[in-house]
């Protein structure tokens, strides 16, 4: 906390802040004695050195342009965080649905008294000697099938995808990738290179040793839930890649796929699709590398990794994990075989990370470790995560905009949809319901390449109670929504078009806001067009107004 010094008035304020930050640490004062929903006699200190204004001033000035914000219409301030919550500047209390960062809870005092113990012993890099790591190594292998056992620490998923397309390339000596549609596997040059999700929002262009196979999606992909057998017919397509790059006279190294696609719309592949395609690329000399970045650490239940939710039968060449590893602290790994660690090494090029692995990241993560066999987390994502799609459906059979709910565990998608029938993407009516949320207290997000799927992935201490109040409030909003844009009858189509173009429109406005591109800008078919209309009922609709509209265009359609 800042140094403290006395204002014109003689009271204390904190030297080199505005008044107005002064006033909101005031503010703090009053409401830190405020405790989390479900986590009493926990308390912490909130400190804000400026005004949220300020703050904002100082991002645009210092911060890049393409760093976006959460909610950028009308971003909130969080000052800090704890299990499942996260608290703004004014101590409102927010419901944490999409951090998977914060994997065990933010701010668990485990994994804070373990990563301040190691650092008042040493923190230094991975060429000496210390026990950490391959304690570490040892535990983080026992979670995994017994052929992966050699580990290579790195700070960041992008970093662990880079150099999991290093060991493949090295493996064979082969150069090209298969990835998935609308897959994201990190920030860095070589990643973008092969995420679809983020080269085509771009002036980039597919690179030639890049060949992009369809999502394995049974709702709205090419092979549906109707379709005999979606697992085998979205496994040829990735067969015919490897055959039309081989008579090209180029040679697959790998195949890369995060084990549900979490940027692409919250995606669980068929059964049986992920071992035929490991059978095919292993026969084309390539390797299978499985991103478990954003869906790995027991986040499915049932399982640690969620690519065992495929089968003992199906186990990757190489696994890169990280978000969750280090529970916000900037860790990640690379786990593959002997063999592929061997022939890596054989280049004589040797592999050094300064931070990958210091006893500090270590001991963070063996405390992770600790809490989610302590407490039961898998368990609890079981449990929570069973209930959670059970309120869901619910909703899915009273609101004809929820289309599709998918996932297993704690990570669950919600498909909003215009039409059920044609699986129309409400990307609008998407938009506008995370903002609602937010106002109701509850962050959620939405992705997909329409941006019309609500993401629901917590810390794993989500509980029932969450659960229900999350799917209450969103019961609320969609209620609202589809009674601001549904047809009651048809002589109130003509009344009702210009609502419904209005409020979309606004929702529209929010998420270019927010650095999502407009759908209309790509040429895909998919996409569908959007009213341009500059005005907008959605501030109407949050004020409550919004039945006061409908029974005004009512009695006029009767009139008429």
């Known amino acids: 906390m800042p140094p403290v010094t006395s204002n014109a008035q003689g009271k204390a304020t904190p030297r080199g802040i505005t008044a107005e930050a002064a006033r909101g640490l005031a503010r703090e004062a009053r409401t830190r004695e405020r405790e989390p929903r479900g986590a009493p006699g926990s308390r912490a200190t909130m400190c804000e050195l400026y005004s949220k204004q300020d703050t904002l001033a100082l991002r645009r000035k210092h911060i890049g342009p393409s760093c976006k914000v959460f909610f950028a219409a009308d971003p909130i301030k969080i000052v800090r965080a704890q299990r499942q919550y996260m608290f703004d500047e004014t101590g409102e209390q927010y419901l944490d649905c999409i951090n998977n960062v914060a994997h065990v809870g933010h701010c668990h005092p485990e994994v804070v008294k373990a990563a301040l113990k190691q650092m008042e012993l040493l923190n230094t890099n991975s060429r000496f000697l210390h026990d950490n790591i391959v304690e570490y190594a040892r535990r983080l292998a026992a979670t995994l099938p ?14 662990a995808n880079d150099l999991a397309l290093r060991l493949a390339r090295q493996f064979r000596g082969h150069q090209d990738v298969i990835t998935l549609d609308h897959a994201y596997h990190g920030h860095l040059s070589s990643l973008i290179e092969i995420s679809p999700y983020k080269f085509r929002k771009g002036k980039d262009v597919k690179k030639a040793f890049v060949h992009v196979a369809p999502t394995p999606d049974t709702y709205r992909g090419k092979y549906r839930e109707d379709h005999a057998d979606p697992a085998s017919a979205y496994a040829e397509e990735v067969k015919e890649i490897i055959e039309e790059a ?8 790998a195949f890369i796929a995060e084990s549900m ?32 970045v954003q869906v790995g650490f027991g986040r499915v239940g049932k399982h640690f990794w969620s690519f065992q939710m ?20 900037p860790m990640a790994c690379v786990v593959t075989t002997k063999e592929i660690a061997e022939a890596f090494s054989s280049s ?23 809490i989610i066999e302590n407490e039961d987390l898998q368990g609890n994502a079981t449990r929570v995560g069973d209930y959670l799609t059970e309120l869901l459906n ?7 905009l929820i289309g599709d709910i998918r996932g297993i565990g704690l990570f669950i998608g919600i498909d909003l949809v215009k039409d059920r029938q044609k699986r129309t993407p ?19 997000s939405a992705d997909g390449p329409h941006r019309n799927v609500l993401k629901i992935k917590p810390p794993m201490c989500f509980t029932e109670e969450d659960a229900k109040f999350m799917v209450d409030k969103l019961d609320e909003i969609l209620t609202v929504l589809e009674e601001a844009i549904g047809v009651r009858s048809e002589s109130m189509v003509s009344e009702n078009a210009p609502c419904r173009a209005k409020l979309l429109n606004e929702a529209r406005s929010e998420r270019l806001g927010d650095g999502t591109s407009d759908p209309r800008e790509n040429p895909s078919p998919k996409r569908n067009g959007l009213c341009t209309d500059k005005h907008s009922l959605l501030k109407t609709i949050r004020a409550g107004k919004i039945k006061a509209i409908w029974k005004k265009s009512h009695t006029a359609s009767v009139k008429k």
Do not use: W
């Not at 081989?246 to 190294?253: L, M, S, V, Y």
């Open 146 to 159: 017994e052929k992966l056992s050699v580990c290579y620490f790195t700070n960041s998923g992008s970093e």
């Open 246 to 253: 081989h008579n090209g006279g180029r040679k697959i190294a």
């Open 261 to 292: 696609q979490s940027c692409g719309g919250q995606i669980i592949p068929p059964a049986g699709y992920f071992q035929k395609v490991a059978e095919y690329v292993h026969r084309a000399g390539g390797v299978f590398i499985a991103d478990e």
């Open 310 to 329: 495929h089968g003992e039968d199906f186990v990757p060449d190489i696994v890169t994990m990280g978000k969750p590893m280090g529970n916000g602290h």
């Open 348 to 370: 004589g090029m040797e592999y050094f990370n300064t931070y990958g692995g210091n006893p500090v990241s270590s001991a963070v993560g063996l405390a992770v470790l600790n």
């Open 394 to 400: 619910k909703q899915k059979a009273k609101h004809t």
């Open 426 to 444: 409400a990307t609008d009516e998407a938009q506008h319901v995370i903002y609602e949320m937010k106002e109701k207290r509850v962050l959620l």
